[in-house]
């Protein structure tokens, strides 16, 4: 089996200023997020952050990505367009992204969509459950009906993305509103999955069966094999 490249790329901010976020994240989000991803058969991981050199996110480290997992939140704006677009045109190549919780408002990903990624949102560690909405789907392979997170915080519909071309999960939550909290999009010739839970005070990267699902993820978004598709200007016929 082929390496599948991942890198797994951080903000990095919660963990140096916040106490509580480092008690329930010791290694930093990316690090727990790192240990998930090591399940994956023959996964090369790397990690970056927004304080490293580029950003994390130079040109030939993306080259050298596979799949790009995206984690973030206080420092969207920080992240240049440059950097933004650097990622979404590798996307536009075949490169993965999986984007997680309060990364659906980074540029990368509205950039890719097009859209806000706007949403309503409750602090209030509320208990989640995931429904599985397309059993059967690779991102879900080993999971069963539905699971439950003890304390999550709320995200509430409607929130401002296209229509996604799969939707694979709708959460509930304790206070009564739904998520669309798994959802997968196709741009050019790379694979988008956005998952929901994730924030930051809740030991969420370390549930089982949220492992599961990162884990299937990063297989379902890595490249396809094969020539790109031939594009401009074709002095001759085909025949
Ligand atoms: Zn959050």
Redesign the pocket.
Request: charged share 35%; glycine share 12%.
């Given at each position: 089996m082929a390496d599948l490249r991942i890198t797994v790329w951080n903000e990095g901010r919660h963990e140096q200023k916040d106490e509580r976020v480092r008690r329930v994240y010791p290694d930093g989000i990316g690090g727990a997020l790192a240990a998930a991803l090591r399940e994956v058969p023959a996964a090369v991981l790397r990690a970056a952050r927004l304080d490293d050199p580029e950003q994390g996110l130079s040109e030939a480290a993306l080259a050298e990505t596979d799949v790009l997992v995206w984690w973030s939140?206080v420092a969207h704006a920080e992240v240049s367009d440059e950097s933004a677009r650097r990622v979404q045109n590798r996307v536009l190549d075949g490169m993965g992204l999986i984007v997680l919780?309060?990364a659906c408002e980074s540029k990368p990903f509205r950039f890719l969509m097009g859209t806000t990624g706007r949403l309503k949102?409750r602090?209030a560690g509320e208990r989640e459950i995931l429904w599985i909405v397309k059993p059967k789907h690779p991102i879900v392979q080993g999971l069963d009906g539905h699971f439950v997170i003890e304390r999550e915080?709320m995200y509430g519909e409607y929130w401002d993305v296209p229509e996604p071309d799969e939707l694979i999960f709708i959460s509930s939550f304790a206070g009564g509103e739904v998520f669309r909290s798994g959802c997968c999009w196709t741009r050019g010739a790379g694979k988008i999955f956005y998952f929901r839970p994730?924030?930051?005070s809740y030991p969420t990267y370390f549930h089982p069966q949220v492992r599961r699902v990162l884990c299937n993820a990063a297989r379902w978004a890595a490249p396809v094999p094969g020539a790109p598709p031939a594009f401009g200007n074709r002095k001759t016929g085909w025949l």
């Open positions: 939140h919780h309060s949102w602090d915080e994730g924030h930051e």
